[in-house]
């Protein structure tokens, strides 16, 4: 399975404020490009809190909610329980090829080593008391950068070496 992280951050690697974060410290840009390129992928996977923080379901994706809750499942909503393995195996049973990480902390660190992509969003931007990510080194190349605005916003696309 092809999985890609897509995290927006701002200059320091800071990614949220609090745990029910709704972003809206991002740039326009920046959501324009993440849900055009989470659509293309056509699967997302977050945690409950991300989910909450969004407040629904992220329409024309395949929305896929990590958490130990019972909630029920719904048309293009998933709710899962079980370690990154158990996921992937999941979904690839039902013949999904690709997926986005797209948060949050716990999400990104749990599922970082079968990651073979990352598109990070850099804000021209600092966020006080933020969390930053971090993660076992793991070699990625950088493939492109691409310059969404005139303030300076950036995303950057990573490719995991073989």
Known sequence: MHL???VVTDIF???TINEYDPIDWGSIEDKKHFRDLTTKIGTVIMGRKT???IGKPLKDRLNIVLTNKNFKNDKNILFLKGNPQEI???LEKK???SAAVIGGKKVFEEFFPYIDKIFITIEPIILENSQKLSFKRENFKLITTNVLNERGTIVLEYEKLP
């Open 95 to 97: 013949n999904i090829k």
């Open 13 to 15: 690697g800071g990614f």
């Open 88 to 90: 992937i195996s999941s």
């Open 4 to 6: 890609i992280m897509v």
């Open 51 to 53: 989910f909450e923080s």
